[in-house]
Antibody
Framework: QLQLQESGPGLVKPSETLSLTCTVS??????????WGWIRQPPGKGLEWIGT??QSGRTYHNPSLKSRVTISADFSLRLSSVTATDTAVYYC????????????WGQGTLVTVSS | SSELTQDPAVSVALGQTVRITCQGD??????VSWYQQKPGQAPVLVIS???SRPSGIPDRFSGSTSGNTASLTITGAQAEDEADYYC????????????FGIGTKVTVL
């Protein structure tokens, strides 16, 4: 059973960098059977796709976040120059290669941007 | 980039059928998946990109696509189906960019 768990600071100051880790159990991040994604949800709002990491190491990210997003090969997320609008619950998720759906999700972690 | 349009809210009487729609030009080219989210919980996949149900999802949930419109149908809605539902697909750019719909709040009366 594949499981995911987000971890990281719950409070980040404006202009600093948000850093989160996703711990995966039940599969290897390097497995060709899966791809890995980050999704966020501001309080009271809908889901926003942040980016996806593929087994090849290739990453894609939401153009609205411009160049602030980095998803590393270990599936960690970095979001630079944060503002209050980056306050959200951040989820990591996985999908099966060849299918365009996120089948398994972490429980999510709330990150608040505030001084 | 592409957008996926959903009605903000729908209601359904207990035991009746409700259809939730998702519109977007990208749906002509790419599969759509659907997620259920209850308050304070992570989203759960209810319909995958091939309009199939993952293990454990009741068969009252079904998905379909026609042209630029995808639908999630709940046949015989139960009280526990009250939740937000999001559609999801690829962006129409021809790459692996993804997009979510704005979500539909389903109320079971």
């Amino acid at each position: 059973q594949l499981q995911l768990q987000e971890s990281g600071p719950g409070l980040v100051k404006p202009s600093e960098t948000l850093s989160l880790t996703c711990t995966v159990s039940g599969a290897s991040i390097s497995s060709s059977n899966y791809y890995w994604g980050w999704i966020r949800q501001p309080p009271g709002k809908g889901l926003e796709w942040i980016g996806t990491l593929y087994q090849s190491g290739r990453t894609y990210h939401n153009p609205s976040l411009k160049s602030r997003v980095t998803i590393s090969a270990d599936f960690s997320l970095r979001l630079s120059s944060v503002t209050a609008t980056d306050t959200a619950v951040y989820y990591c998720a996985s999908g099966y290669t060849g299918f365009d759906s996120f089948d398994n999700w972490g429980q999510g972690t709330l990150v608040t941007v505030s001084s | 980039s592409s957008e996926l349009t959903q009605d903000p809210a729908v209601s359904v009487a207990l035991g009746q059928t409700v259809r939730i729609t998702c519109q977007g030009d990208n749906l002509r080219n790419y599969d759509v998946s659907w997620y259920q989210q209850k308050p304070g919980q992570a989203p759960v996949l209810v319909i995958s990109g091939k309009n199939s149900r993952p293990s454990g999802i009741p068969d009252r949930f079904s998905g379909s696509t026609s042209g630029n419109t995808a639908s999630l149908t709940i046949t015989g809605a139960q009280a526990e189906d009250e939740a937000d539902y999001y559609c999801h697909s690829r962006d129409n750019s021809g790459t692996q960019l993804r997009v979510f719909g704005i979500g539909t709040k389903v109320t079971v009366l």
